[in-house]
């Protein structure tokens, strides 16, 4: 039997916040069983949603009025939103009722294989993004209004290239305290996160004479992209169990007459393999710089994120004067904030705020204020400690769920951070990748993130998987699609 039954939110099924003005059709084939409809219901309202005809915050009717607009029992319509809640496509809180969740729809110009995505991915799961849903709002708020009120006028103007002292000031404590930094407020430059950041000191180390930098060979090709725009060479270290081999190093040249030399390093969490660089390799990496007029450049991404250890301390912290420190808001608060920072050694801070002074600043001295409040306030703390047990526990729920769904699939990299490397098969990366986007689940493979000029790396089919990027409410049913798509 099949039935058809619409909706136009005309009866009792019309509440306030909702809009249902384009028929909801339910075709279900076979006995009209309770499954059957139920199913019938789930589906139809799950099209709607992704195709944008339910758009994000619409309050759908209670489980009592849309039963009687359709003529079928309470539970079933119950049953149905409960299955849309527990995949993320609807929130359901008490006193706020029913409502479609906070997520990006595609709207197709036209119908599109049903395999393939017609948008964006239903869930993400691709590395570099914390959960957004969870940003501090309030708190944000509390911050923001305190520093306006206490912001003195000259915080409209222009003012100094390194950003506010406000700021400079707290995260020089700031980054003592957390992560071993050796931080004067007049050496750190505040910049429009770690990219912003990057240009400026690729472009100093140009004018110095520099014509090479070494990185790793493993990263991210945006990074790689950034240093040779402004005309370097990127030079790819060999990378082990034990991270990147720096005692590769001493085979990296400036040019003559003395240049520097320069390596990119994510020490503390290697990215995207997830290991911290050997102690002993640290120190080379140290001692190689000490040496021969070389400069570290570190980025210490997600430094906050360490579950089963003590954090491993910055590197900066090993020689102030041969280390740039990186750092940005980006993992722990928001990369649309554009907040990062430079902890710079003495012989190259005043070329990089010159640079940056003949440069577009794009740090808005208001949001450098609210961030300074935060954090002396003690509500940056706060929010960490928070968002670590977060991402901590999701950790363990995907390693559950693996053990449980995919025991031949080893997650590696999992010590720290908001992403995993899913060791795969042989030969069975791309069908995976392939497999997810049919599943409208966004994923990388590990092939994506190696430098095309790499030393011979050992053969390796893998997933990086950001699981600190989906909204709590999603993050089940994301886990339930990565699962599906695993050998």
């Given at each position: 039997?099949?039935?058809?039954?619409?909706?136009?939110?005309?009866?009792?099924?019309?509440?306030?916040?909702?809009?249902?003005?384009?028929?909801?059709?339910?075709?279900?084939?076979?006995?009209?069983?309770?499954?059957?409809?139920?199913?019938?219901?789930?589906?139809?309202?799950?099209?709607?949603?992704?195709?944008?005809?339910?758009?994000?915050?619409?309050?759908?009717?209670?489980?009592?009025?849309?039963?009687?607009?359709?003529?079928?029992?309470?539970?079933?319509?119950?049953?149905?939103?409960?299955?849309?809640?527990?995949?993320?496509?609807?929130?359901?809180?008490?006193?706020?009722?029913?409502?479609?969740?906070?997520?990006?729809?595609?709207?197709?110009?036209?119908?599109?294989?049903?395999?393939?995505?017609?948008?964006?991915?239903?869930?993400?799961?691709?590395?570099?993004?914390?959960?957004?849903?969870?940003?501090?709002?309030?708190?944000?708020?509390?911050?923001?209004?305190?520093?306006?009120?206490?912001?003195?006028?000259?915080?409209?103007?222009?003012?100094?290239?390194?950003?506010?002292?406000?700021?400079?000031?707290?995260?020089?404590?700031?980054?003592?305290?957390?992560?071993?930094?050796?931080?004067?407020?007049?050496?750190?430059?505040?910049?429009?996160?770690?990219?912003?950041?990057?240009?400026?000191?690729?472009?100093?180390?140009?004018?110095?004479?520099?014509?090479?930098?070494?990185?790793?060979?493993?990263?991210?090709?945006?990074?790689?992209?950034?240093?040779?725009?402004?005309?370097?060479?990127?030079?790819?270290?060999?990378?082990?169990?034990?991270?990147?081999?720096?005692?590769?190093?001493?085979?990296?040249?400036?040019?003559?007459?003395?240049?520097?030399?320069?390596?990119?390093?994510?020490?503390?969490?290697?990215?995207?393999?997830?290991?911290?660089?050997?102690?002993?390799?640290?120190?080379?990496?140290?001692?190689?710089?000490?040496?021969?007029?070389?400069?570290?450049?570190?980025?210490?991404?997600?430094?906050?994120?360490?579950?089963?250890?003590?954090?491993?301390?910055?590197?900066?912290?090993?020689?102030?004067?041969?280390?740039?420190?990186?750092?940005?808001?980006?993992?722990?608060?928001?990369?649309?904030?554009?907040?990062?920072?430079?902890?710079?050694?003495?012989?190259?801070?005043?070329?990089?705020?010159?640079?940056?002074?003949?440069?577009?600043?794009?740090?808005?001295?208001?949001?450098?204020?609210?961030?300074?409040?935060?954090?002396?306030?003690?509500?940056?703390?706060?929010?960490?400690?928070?968002?670590?047990?977060?991402?901590?526990?999701?950790?363990?729920?995907?390693?559950?769920?693996?053990?449980?769904?995919?025991?031949?699939?080893?997650?590696?990299?999992?010590?720290?951070?908001?992403?995993?490397?899913?060791?795969?098969?042989?030969?069975?990366?791309?069908?995976?990748?392939?497999?997810?986007?049919?599943?409208?689940?966004?994923?990388q493979g590990l092939a994506s993130f190696r430098h095309p000029a790499a030393p011979h790396l050992p053969e390796r089919d893998a997933l990086v998987v950001g699981y600190g990027t989906p909204p709590d409410h999603a993050w089940a049913g994301a886990l339930e699609a990565l699962c599906r798509?695993?050998?």
């Amino acid at each position: 039997m099949e039935e058809s039954w619409a909706t136009s939110g005309a009866g009792p099924g019309r509440e306030a916040g909702l809009d249902l003005g384009v028929d909801l059709h339910l075709e279900t084939a076979g006995e009209a069983t309770h499954s059957g409809v139920r199913k019938g219901l789930t589906d139809a309202l799950r099209e709607a949603v992704r195709g944008g005809r339910l758009p994000p915050g619409t309050r759908l009717p209670s489980s009592r009025s849309l039963a009687v607009d359709l003529g079928i029992a309470r539970n079933t319509v119950a049953d149905a939103y409960g299955d849309l809640v527990a995949e993320g496509w609807l929130t359901a809180r008490q006193g706020s009722g029913t409502r479609v969740a906070e997520r990006a729809v595609s709207r197709p110009a036209e119908p599109a294989p049903r395999r393939r995505a017609a948008g964006g991915p239903t869930y993400d799961l691709k590395p570099g993004t914390p959960d957004l849903a969870s940003f501090p709002r309030a708190a944000w708020l509390k911050a923001a209004r305190k520093a306006m009120t206490a912001a003195p006028n000259d915080a409209l103007g222009y003012g100094d290239p390194r950003g506010r002292i406000e700021l400079r000031t707290a995260l020089a404590d700031y980054l003592a305290r957390a992560r071993g930094v050796h931080a004067d407020p007049d050496r750190i430059v505040v910049c429009a996160g770690f990219a912003q950041g990057l240009a400026l000191l690729a472009g100093v180390l140009r004018a110095r004479g520099l014509r090479e930098m070494a990185v790793e060979s493993y990263g991210l090709d945006v990074h790689w992209n950034l240093v040779q725009r402004a005309g370097l060479r990127t030079r790819p270290l060999p990378f082990d169990e034990l991270g990147t081999s720096t005692g590769e190093l001493s085979t990296v040249s400036g040019t003559a007459s003395g240049a520097p030399k320069a390596v990119l390093l994510t020490p503390a969490h290697q990215f995207p393999m997830g290991v911290p660089l050997h102690p002993d390799r640290r120190a080379a990496a140290v001692d190689w710089a000490r040496r021969g007029n070389g400069l570290i450049l570190e980025d210490d991404y997600d430094g906050e994120f360490r579950y089963d250890r003590q954090p491993v301390g910055a590197l900066q912290g090993l020689d102030p004067d041969r280390v740039v420190y990186l750092g940005t808001a980006s993992k722990s608060l928001a990369p649309g904030l554009r907040l990062g920072w430079m902890v710079l050694p003495a012989p190259i801070a005043a070329e990089v705020v010159e640079a940056k002074g003949g440069a577009e600043w794009a740090c808005g001295a208001l949001d450098q204020l609210t961030l300074a409040e935060f954090i002396t306030s003690g509500a940056y703390d706060r929010h960490v400690r928070g968002a670590r047990l977060r991402y901590r526990r999701r950790r363990d729920q995907l390693i559950a769920a693996l053990a449980e769904r995919a025991p031949e699939v080893r997650a590696t990299g999992i010590a720290a951070g908001l992403h995993a490397v899913l060791e795969l098969p042989p030969g069975t990366e791309r069908t995976v990748v392939q497999a997810a986007s049919w599943q409208r689940l966004g994923v990388q493979g590990l092939a994506s993130f190696r430098h095309p000029a790499a030393p011979h790396l050992p053969e390796r089919d893998a997933l990086v998987v950001g699981y600190g990027t989906p909204p709590d409410h999603a993050w089940a049913g994301a886990l339930e699609a990565l699962c599906r798509v695993l050998p």
